[in-house]
Each structure stands twice: as C-alpha cells, then as structure tokens.
T-cell receptor, first 112, second 112 residues
Framework: NAGVTQTPKFRVLKTGQSMTLLCAQDMNHEYMYWYRQDPGMGLRLIHYSVGEGTTAKGEVPDGYNVSRLKKQNFLLGLESAAPSQTSVYFC???????????FGSGTRLTVV | RKEVEQDPGPFNVPEGATVAFNCTYSNSASQSFFWYRQDCRKEPKLLMSVYSSGNEDGRFTAQLNRASQYISLLIRDSKLSDSATYLCVVNRFTGGGNKLTFGTGTQLKVEL
C-alpha cells in the first residue's frame, strides 16, 4: 500500500522551462492538495481538488496550474519556471469529512 | 501577524528530559488542531490531534486552550528518535472547504 507517491523526487530546471509534478494516491481519497515549503515559512497551499474533474486555487497559485482528470492523480504544472519557484513541493490527500492528511515524500525543485 | 506562530528553536535537550512546545493561533474561528512531526528532508506526518480536554499518546500530551488561543505539546522522557521538527497545524472551515494553516515548526534536538 503505497499511500501518496510523488514523482519526480528531485529536479533541476532552467528558468523558463516547463515541467509537471505527478501525485498519485491509492487510498481512494476525494481531496488532494499541493503545498510548497520554503525555509522559515510554513507549508503554503498552491491548489487543491475536492474531487475528480474539480480544482481550486489556494494561497499561492500564481505560476502554477493543476489538473485532476482521474481521482487518484493530481498533477501540478509549471508553465515557465522561475527561480522563485525553487522549493520543496508536497502533495497530500484525505478522505472527505476526515481531517487526517497523508503526505507524499516531496519533490525538491531547483530553478536556476 | 502570522496566523499560526511557533518558536523555531532549536530546543536542545538531554535524553530523558521533558520538553514542552507552545503554539499560538490568531483566528478564533479555527476549529481543529494538530501536531505534525517532520523529520529532516521528509514529509510531515500526523503526530496527534489536539482536543480541549487534552489528550495523551504514550509520552506525548497535547492540550488546547481556546480562550487564550494556544496549543501545547509535552514530550516526556525524550528519546534520541524524537529529534525532529514539530509543526503546529490549525484547521478552519471556509466557504471553499477546510483551510489548514501550518506553523513554521519548532526544532527539537535530543542529545546523549
């Protein structure tokens, strides 16, 4: 039982390049989230989804897009990477009406 | 003012010591509260939920004071393996669903 799996684990991008981070969960959770974690700051919500085919903006959505075409997958896209997007990205999921969040192991992204 | 505030530490304590962390939150509409543990370069993992009546899980005791808007975590008989960053997390319901706010974390180092 893998829980929440994020790929890739590490990536270095050049400014202006694009990439997609994949989050996959095998727990049949309705809700999925993308967070970023930066030094000296708490985790901040980028985008989230309350079900297949639905997405919504979080606290810091600019520069990112998301899609949830399948219930188990939540994709985070960077169309034109900027150095300010250097961060650790965590995906999380939870069941509806249950406050327990399960996090993936993170993706360390560096934009140079 | 940050919505959730924690002392970043580090708290350096000898093995076997008792250590306590506090966290304050600013939004009185907050409804549920948690402590998460985050090991270096790993994902956050739920340590325990926090209730007004106080709750205990082995060596860990969590307490919520709604009147003063603070949350505490007490660790008794510290172990080397307790070394980690402890995140205070506050949840409130909004029109868009749950909103989790993470503190920046308190670092604990347990030493021989």
């Amino acid at each position: 039982n893998a829980g929440v799996t994020q790929t890739p684990k590490f990536r270095v991008l050049k400014t202006g390049q694009s990439m997609t981070l994949l989050c996959a969960q095998d727990m049949n959770h309705e809700y999925m989230y993308w967070y970023r974690q930066d030094p000296g700051m708490g985790l901040r919500l980028i985008h989230y989804s309350v079900g297949e085919g639905t997405t919504a903006k979080g606290e810091v959505p600019d520069g990112y897009n998301v899609s949830r075409l399948k219930k188990q997958n939540f994709l985070l896209g960077l169309e034109s990477a900027a150095p300010s997007q250097t961060s650790v990205y965590f995906c999380a999921s939870r069941q509806q009406a249950i406050d327990r969040y399960t996090f993936g192991s993170g993706t360390r992204l560096t934009v140079v | 003012r940050k919505e959730v505030e924690q002392d970043p530490g580090p708290f350096n304590v000898p093995e076997g010591a008792t250590v306590a962390f506090n966290c304050t939150y600013s939004n009185s509409a907050s409804q549920s509260f948690f402590w998460y543990r985050q090991d270096c370069r790993k994902e956050p993992k739920l340590l325990m939920s926090v209730y007004s009546s106080g709750n205990e899980d082995g060596r860990f005791t969590a307490q919520l004071n709604r009147a003063s808007q603070y949350i505490s975590l007490l660790i008794r008989d510290s172990k080397l393996s307790d070394s980690a960053t402890y995140l205070c997390v506050v949840n409130r319901f909004t029109g868009g669903g749950n909103k989790l706010t993470f503190g920046t974390g308190t670092q604990l180092k347990v030493e021989l």
